[in-house]
């Protein structure tokens, strides 16, 4: 009985040591990335005519991906498929640097994409050759990785343990990886930091009383929410498919979605190119556009869906913050709450972590968001069904969506 408690008590230290190397790793990574990421952004702003080379750099990144990196293309997909198939072989450790450069120039010459993307996947690659040259359990280390990753990009640590456990499976959280989720996303996130990372702020809001008159406010918000993520998916995968159909070539898909970027840049302006975070921070005090959300919307699926590297929160950060802004007045809600909860909603809906994601609006916005925000993110991630912007995730034989 002493040595299987033993035992336990070795394998549970061996994992949180191979969980603080993990997030260590994740935040050193992540430290890297957004400061050259930060280098893309201010100097593609600074060159706005950056744009017109779009075309040549996915013509190279494509060429690049062609040669080397088709063992990786299927990104976060990738990493839930090999935590479930805990037998494949190993996620090539040059994903990490591939995705990050690879994202990086995306930014640099205008592409519509996020960051969590690749910051996950980063962390991931690295957990997993962690795993395989030490020869332990790679699940949980996997799941770290995400966790890791996406709590270092974000400075949302408690944000990262919950998306780690709860994105691979929906309708249920892996409870077996909430130690090593938790050690890393907080040593990634403290990692970040003690490198000179400084995260968005975001204002934090009053508290605000649930109504039944207030919940019926957020009900119509959440029908809008799952709405527009609804036709984010449908729209991003079936660009994808109709690339892939007729466009088998990666290089020439993504030189033809560079075109179009720069199409639409000449309509719509240069506000839906990249990151695209001071519209979101303006969402809360300033007015914006009615059709914000619409045009990133666009952008945003156009450039994932031809091929481009990136995430997809921050651009849909933006879609949330920008129908919140413009949805709240007429809901008689106020600005910086409808903003607030439509930041984190859009996402929550879109990969299904409603959990997550109203816990990282708390990281952010502070407590008193937290009934919002969770009423919304839920009846919008139900409401959406069984969509995911990650076609690789796995579901429980009942869950919320097949009732």
């Known amino acids: 009985m002493l040595k299987r408690h033993t035992k336990c008590w070795l ?83 040059r994903m990490a640097p591939m995705v990050l450069v690879g994202t990086v120039l995306t930014h640099l010459f205008g592409g519509s994409a996020g960051r969590e993307g690749t910051a996950v996947q980063m962390g991931a690659s690295l957990a997993d050759a962690f795993a395989h040259r030490l020869g332990v359990s790679r699940a949980q280390l996997l799941a770290a990785g995400m966790a890791g990753g996406f709590g270092a990009v974000f400075g949302t640590p408690w944000a990262g343990m919950f998306f780690g456990i709860e994105v691979l499976t929906v309708g249920k959280i892996e409870y077996r990886a909430v130690i090593p989720a938790l050690i890393a996303a907080l ?36 029908v809008a929410v799952a709405a527009v993520t609804v036709v984010f998916i449908e729209l991003t995968h079936g660009l994808q498919r109709v690339f892939d159909r007729h466009v088998p070539r990666l290089p020439i898909r993504m030189a033809l979605g560079g075109v179009v970027l720069i199409g639409l840049w000449h309509v719509f302006g240069s506000r839906y190119l990249g990151l ?74 879109a ?12 990281e952010l916005m502070g407590v008193a968001i937290l009934p919002h925000v969770l009423l919304v993110t839920v009846v919008a991630y139900v ?16 869950t919320t969506h097949d009732l």
């Not at 990969?351 to 708390?362: E, F, G, Q």
């Open 383 to 398: 409401l959406t069904g069984r969509r995911s912007i990650y076609t690789s995730q796995r579901r429980r034989v009942s």
């Open 11 to 93: 394998v549970w230290v061996s994992i949180g040591a191979l969980a603080t190397l993990i997030g260590a790793a994740a935040g050193v990574a992540s430290a890297a990335f957004l400061l050259l990421l930060d280098w893309a952004t201010q100097i593609r702003t600074q060159h706005e005519a950056l744009i017109y080379a779009l075309p040549v750099a996915g013509l190279g990144i494509g060429a690049i991906y062609d040669r080397f990196g088709k063992p990786i293309r299927g990104g976060n997909n990738l990493i839930i498929d090999t935590i479930h198939a805990s037998d494949s072989a190993q996620i090539p450790l």
């Open 187 to 222: 040593v990634g996130d403290q990692v970040t930091r003690a490198l000179g990372i400084v995260h968005t702020p975001y204002p934090h809001l009053a508290a605000l009383s649930l109504t039944p008159r207030l919940i019926a406010k957020w009900l119509a918000f959440a």
């Open 351 to 362: 990969a299904n972590t409603p959990l997550a994601l109203s816990i990282m609006a708390v």
């Open 276 to 349: 695209g975070v001071p519209t979101i921070v303006a969402a809360f005090s300033q007015p914006v556009p009615t059709f914000a959300f619409a045009w990133k919307l666009l952008f945003t699926a156009v450039t994932l869906g031809s091929g481009f590297l990136g995430g997809e929160v921050t651009p849909l950060f933006f879609i949330g913050a920008t129908l919140g802004a413009v949805l709240a007045p007429i809901l008689g809600i106020p600005v910086e709450l409808g903003a607030g909860v439509g930041l984190a909603a859009v996402f929550g809906a």
